[in-house]
């Protein structure tokens, strides 16, 4: 009987050992957990959690810190509803296509939109699948065989450019392009719309972005002004942009672009997109593919255009200007 009574002390006195054990480590690991709870964790670029029923947009942006892609962002951003929107800044990141993929692999997105060509480019490298809307790209051709990309094109119709030089610039005549293959169709629909203009148009095709200077002697004979479209082959390089201008400046030539870019590099009469718009035309894209229903049009014309004038140009050239149309000019350069 005293050994079992014994046996009896010594089992309780372990349960209470035990018990004071689990105590401390149960204390232990709730102190463990308020800890962590404490902790502030590391500020990712991308945002990991999205509400599963809520549709999902990637914004990934060339870089914020240039106005004409951060105009596009604002307006899309302030127009977008019912939305997770997620954002990826390429600014100064030298590691563009992995900093995509991580999103990419944190987060379903069931369209991305990409502001200028840095963003496009990357997105094309690892998701030519996925449905992408795009703007503010100058050479978005080379991009527009992939079946689920959408945009908002970086030139004006064709036809509503050249009826504005026309209303600037009566006493101009006769225009000269330069252009590659991809822009074929753009060019057709140029020279239909001069002849209705009374305009001639002298339209040079080059094959590589080296033929450039061959063709600029041919480009300045002969013509009354330069119509600088978006073309990836004439426009490869900052390099040929340059030499266009230079060139343009020693015939006394007046340019007209269709980005305000070109304004920087001395272009007369700039005729480009109004950004704002063009992030909301980005915005009904979006929604239709977010509700699966893909546009008719896989790219469409800005609705919108900003127009700039410089006035330097003109009286350098000695250009008549139709002094009527300055009502229709957002930036005059004096």
């Known amino acids: 009987m005293k050994l079992m009574q ?9 349960l209470s050992r ?20 404490c902790v502030t964790p590391p500020e990712k670029p991308v945002q990991t959690f999205i509400a599963s029923d809520v549709p999902s947009v990637l914004v990934v942006t060339s870089n914020q810190s240039v106005e004409r892609y951060r105009l596009a962002e604002d307006a899309f951003m302030k127009t977008m509803h019912d939305t997770n929107i997620q954002t990826i800044n390429l600014q100064n990141n030298h590691a563009p296509v992995e900093t995509i993929q991580d999103a990419m692999n944190s987060n379903h997105y069931d369209v ?19 449905p992408t809307v795009f703007s503010s790209v100058l050479n978005w051709r080379q991009f527009q065989q992939q079946p689920n990309y959408y945009g908002v094109s970086s030139d004006i119709a064709p036809a509503s450019q050249l009826a504005m030089f026309k209303h600037f610039f009566p ?46 002697d041919d480009a300045f004979n002969n013509t009354d002004a330069l119509w600088l479209i978006s073309d990836p082959v004439v426009l490869d390089s900052t390099k040929n942009a340059r030499l266009i201008f230079n060139r343009a400046e020693q ?42 229903q893909p546009p008719a049009m896989k790219v469409q014309f800005p609705a919108g255009s900003k127009i700039s004038l410089n006035l330097k140009k003109v009286e350098s050239y000695q250009l008549h200007l139709n002094y009527d149309a300055l009502d229709s000019v957002n930036d005059l350069i004096e």
């Open 171 to 216: 006493d101009v005549k006769r225009l000269t392009v330069l252009f590659s293959k991809t822009n074929r169709a753009l060019v057709k629909q140029a020279l239909k719309a001069c002849r209705e203009l009374g305009l001639t148009l002298n339209a040079i095709e080059i094959d590589t972005p080296r033929d450039l200077s061959i063709y600029l």
């Open 112 to 130: 991305i939109y990409g502001i200028g060509a840095k963003a496009l480019g990357s997105i094309d490298h690892i998701a030519p699948e996925q």
């Open 251 to 292: 015939a006394k030539r007046p340019v007209f672009a269709t980005n305000e870019f070109f304004s920087e590099y001395g272009s007369t009469l700039t005729i480009s997109a109004d950004l704002p718009t063009v992030g909301r035309q980005a915005v009904i894209y979006v929604n239709k593919l977010i509700k699966q």
């Open 18 to 37: 035990w018990a004071k054990i689990g105590s401390k480590a149960i204390l232990a690991s709730f102190i463990g957990l308020i800890l962590i709870s």
């Open 6 to 14: 014994h046996m009896y002390t010594r089992h309780k006195e372990k």
